[in-house]
Structures are given as structure tokens and as C-alpha cells.
């Protein structure tokens, strides 16, 4: 609650902060700069919608961990240290994670594939609680629609291969519903356990090795950042795989589907720059996912001898040739 003090409104210190003639705002994510261009400028054309152009009204001090998110914890405290009037905490559970261990006082707000209920970030999405709220992909859902999706690309298929992190909750939850939706159906499913650079060729090997012809990645950050292995091992190996952003699509994978993260991050960018005008996270709901995105691959269809069914055809958002 806002208390007038002699005509003068007392707002909360962030809003305070926001006053200032150029507030600063921190920019984590546990992604690199090269897999995050698109996403970033997202986040900066939901600034302006809010009324702040970067290097005009509004600084933003950029940290990236490039996949190794044991460097987080020093990014964020540094970001703190700087008394940025707040964290927009990108690309992944753990980034949110540290920062909110980090700090009680500076708002934050996130961007993330996982439930931030079930993973503790905030006590509900219509009240998330103290000074943290955001925008959820819910990436671990859209699992069993993928599967569906790649069954209709490769019918024949019988045994589907899974990739999953099991070092991320939600790559493990993705994969357990992708199994439970398979085991529905009939389908047989095979996991092979990717948590390393190295891992990704021999979980090609297994696959090449048992004759699977279909596979499915689940959602992870660690998966974006072996997005041109994962393309190109699947192109040699005449693999129908399915992924969960476009990001893999442009680079010549064969098809995605996944809530649109472009505008996620345009959402939060807006929520930083309501909360840079003085209001207060918890009174700001997380938002969940309106868009999401199917986008095929013409020319890696065609290389794999596959016909694109006609249904998919019309409601396909995105065709790349």
C-alpha cells in the first residue's frame, strides 16, 4: 500500500531507484550472447513498448554464463552490487534461482521453461510473492504434442528416441510425460542421457546402432547450445528429430514446436519496465504463454524422403526452404 506523505506518495525503493535519470537494469541469462541475439532485442523491444530505449533512458548491464551456470551466483552479486533497480533474470531455471538467492530486495523478473511454482520461485502465478514475478514458457507440457507432431511426420516409427539432461528438472519432466504419451499409443521409447558436449555423438551412436529412425529432444537451455551438432548428426544419420524451438529449425533442423519464446521475452522487457515505473512485483501476475510455434524445415523434410501431411501443411506457422 502507497502512504501520501505531505502530497508527496511514498513508493517502494525500486521505484525509487526507477526515478533516477538513467536506471540501470541487470541482464543475466544462463545462455551465451550468439544463441540469445534474437531473444535479447525481444527483451529490449519490451522496454520501448514500455517507454524505455536503451542508452536513452534506460542502461542495461548484460551477464552471460554460456552454459555453465556455476557462474551465476558471482554474476548475479555483481549485478546487486551494482544496486541495478532490477534483475531480469533470461534463460533457464538456475539463473532465477540465483538470483533470487541473491537478493531479497531487488525486484526480479524472469523468463523460464519450468513451472516457477513447482520449482519454488514464486508461491502462485496470480500472486507470486515478495518481489519476484515473470513469464513462463511451461516447456515440459508441450512434450506429448511434439511426439504426436513426429508421429505424424514418420507413422512407421515404433520406437522413439529421447534425449534427455538429467541434470534439469525440467528436461526430466519433459521426458516423462513424452514416455507416459508414447506408452498411450503403443510406442516404445528409448532415453539416452545427454549432460555433456561429448554425450551428443554417442547418443547418435545408440541411436545409428538400434536402426531409431525418430527422435525427440526434450526442453533444455544445454540442448540450444549443442544446436549445430544436434542438426548436423541428424542430417548424416537420417534422423527425424523434433525439437523445441525454431532456433533449431533455422539452422536446418527438421521441425519445432514450443511456446514462442521471442515473445516471452518481449513480455518480460515489458514487466522490467512496469516495474521500473514503481510497480510492484508481486502485484503483477506471472504471465503464461499465448503464442506458440510450429515450424517446418522443407528442405530437411525432403533429404529425409518425408511427405509433410497435408493438416500439418495448413497449420504450420513457419515454412523455412
Do not use: C
Not at 42 to 57: D, K, M, P, V
Not at 214 to 235: G, M, N, Y
Amino acid at each position: 500500500m502507497l502512504v501520501a506523505l505531505g502530497g508527496v506518495v511514498a513508493a517502494w525503493p525500486w521505484a525509487a531507484r526507477a526515478q533516477q535519470a538513467m536506471p540501470l537494469v541487470g541482464f543475466v541469462s544462463g545462455r551465451s550472447p550468439r544463441d540469445s541475439e534474437s531473444l535479447a532485442a525481444a527483451f529490449r523491444r519490451g522496454l520501448t513498448e514500455s517507454g524505455f530505449i536503451e542508452g536513452q533512458n534506460v542502461a542495461i548491464a548484460y551477464r552471460w554464463a554460456k552454459y555453465q551456470n556455476e557462474r551465476l551466483p558471482a554474476m548475479v552479486a555483481d549485478l546487486v552490487g551494482l544496486k541495478v533497480a532490477v534483475i531480469a533474470a533470461i534463460g533457464g531455471t538456475p539463473t532465477v534461482l540465483a538470483a533470487k538467492a541473491a537478493t531479497a530486495t531487488t525486484p526480479i523478473v524472469f523468463a523460464m521453461g519450468s513451472d516457477p511454482v513447482t520449482s519454488g520461485v514464486v508461491t502462485s502465478l496470480n500472486q507470486p510473492g515478495g518481489d519476484v514475478t515473470g513469464i513462463t514458457f511451461f516447456t515440459g507440457p508441450l512434450g506429448p504434442k511434439r511426439l504426436e507432431l513426429l508421429r505424424d511426420l514418420v507413422p512407421k516409427a515404433t520406437i522413439i528416441a529421447l534425449l534427455v539432461n538429467p541434470q534439469s528438472a525440467v528436461s526430466m519432466s519433459d521426458g516423462a510425460n513424452v514416455q507416459a504419451a508414447a506408452h498411450s499409443v503403443g510406442l516404445q521409447t528409448h532415453v539416452l542421457d545427454v549432460t555433456a558436449e561429448g554425450h551428443v555423438e554417442a547418443a547418435f551412436a545408440v541411436i545409428v546402432e538400434r536402426r531409431i529412425d525418430a527422435a525427440l529432444i526434450t526442453a533444455d537451455p544445454f540442448f540450444i547450445s549443442q544446436r549445430d551438432k544436434l542438426v548436423a548428426l541428424a542430417a548424416r544419420h537420417a534422423v527425424s528429430l523434433i525439437y523445441f524451438g525454431r532456433e533449431f529449425v533455422a539452422a536446418g533442423g527438421l521441425i519445432s514446436y514450443g511456446a514462442s519464446e521471442t515473445d516471452a521475452f518481449r513480455s518480460a522487457g515489458i514487466y522490467v519496465g512496469r516495474v521500473l515505473k514503481g510497480a510492484r512485483p508481486d502485484d503483477l501476475p506471472v504471465m503464461l504463454p499465448t503464442k506458440f510455434e510450429l515450424v517446418i524445415n522443407l528442405k530437411a523434410a525432403k533429404a529425409l524422403g518425408l511427405t509433410v501431411p497435408l493438416i500439418m501443411q495448413v497449420t504450420v506457422d513457419e515454412v523455412i526452404e
